[in-house]
């Protein structure tokens, strides 16, 4: 790997990756693999320091993408193995996963939305700069003028996800997007929690999980948790899309409402129409 010395970044203007995640639609259909002649080039600057992958970093749908193994290395990984499809990085403190087709990479057992997919790019993986270097406990500025990314080690890497997420939050979040929502695509799932948690943060609504699917104050809100549907033991995708949605990752925005597609409900009738994704129509 070559690199050169450029200016120092200023510090002062470093944004904290996990504050910044983007806030999309929903992730690509189709082919996880890319041709690196089609894509533009973005520049790398690493603590100060220009970077010169052998794979370079990539521009694919106003997001920037990195080798996962070269930037890995770059940021001390003791070893990083790509294996049919999956890379694992092995770093000090921090241990990731990413796999070519899936919207996410999986951190210390956490798990980072990757709205356009994680890719493969003349036999190397690629993933968003972002969420990795998040994982790192880095920082980042992007200067669309000179295509450049900069980017900071702020501190250790992300916390483990037996620390980070509460135990009872995933296990009732995992239930009601399993209840409600098992059958859809896993972007369909992240939805459902995406408006439970919306409703979290709404002072219209109880500011907990369990008190959001539970509340009758408006009348029974979520069906399952009052069928008894809701105790149903949940697929590992519905907990993926648990601990997604309790990541901060947004497929829906400010929607509070979800129905079936083929019911036209109270929402329907009376709240603005966000989206329809696989089975289910999205109120805001």
């Not at 695509?185 to 995406?194: D, E, H, K, S, T």
């Not at 309790?246 to 409900?265: K, N, P, Y």
Request: with cysteine; hydrophobic share 45%; glycine share 8%.
């Amino acid at each position: 790997m070559k690199v050169r010395i450029v200016v120092p970044i200023l510090l002062c203007i470093i944004l904290l990756c996990g504050t910044v995640l983007p806030v999309i639609a929903g992730a690509d259909e189709g082919e996880a693999v890319l041709d690196l002649e089609t894509l533009e080039i973005v520049s790398i600057i690493i603590n100060g320091v220009q970077v010169e992958f052998e794979a370079p970093a990539v521009l694919f749908n106003a997001t920037t993408y990195v080798p996962i193994y070269y930037f890995s290395m770059a940021f001390g990984a003791d070893y990083v193995t790509q294996y049919e499809g999956t890379a694992i990085v092995e770093a000090p403190g921090l241990r990731i996963y990413a796999t070519v087709g899936d919207p996410f990479l999986s951190a210390n057992g956490r798990y980072l939305h990757v709205p356009h997919l994680c890719r493969e790019i003349n036999g190397q993986i690629y993933v968003p700069v972002r969420p990795l270097a998040y994982a790192f406990g880095a920082g980042l500025v992007w200067n669309r003028y000179s295509r450049t990314v900069s980017v900071v080690q702020l501190g250790g890497p992300i916390k483990h996800g037996n620390y980070f997420y509460d135990e009872m939050d995933v296990f009732w979040m995992s239930r009601i997007i399993s209840a409600e929502a098992r059958g859809e695509p896993l972007i369909g799932q992240i939805a459902v929690g995406n408006v439970v948690m919306n409703r979290v943060a709404s002072e219209m609504y109880p500011n907990t999980v369990h008190g959001v699917i539970f509340d009758r104050r408006h009348g029974i809100q979520f069906t399952p948790a009052h069928s008894g549907a809701i105790n149903r033991t949940p697929y590992r995708a519905n907990i993926v899309a648990a601990k997604l949605a309790l990541e901060g990752a947004d497929v829906v925005g400010d929607s509070l409402f979800f129905s079936s597609s083929r019911i036209r409900c109270w929402a329907s009738r009376n709240r603005p129409f966000n989206s329809r994704i696989g089975n289910h129509n999205f109120f805001d």
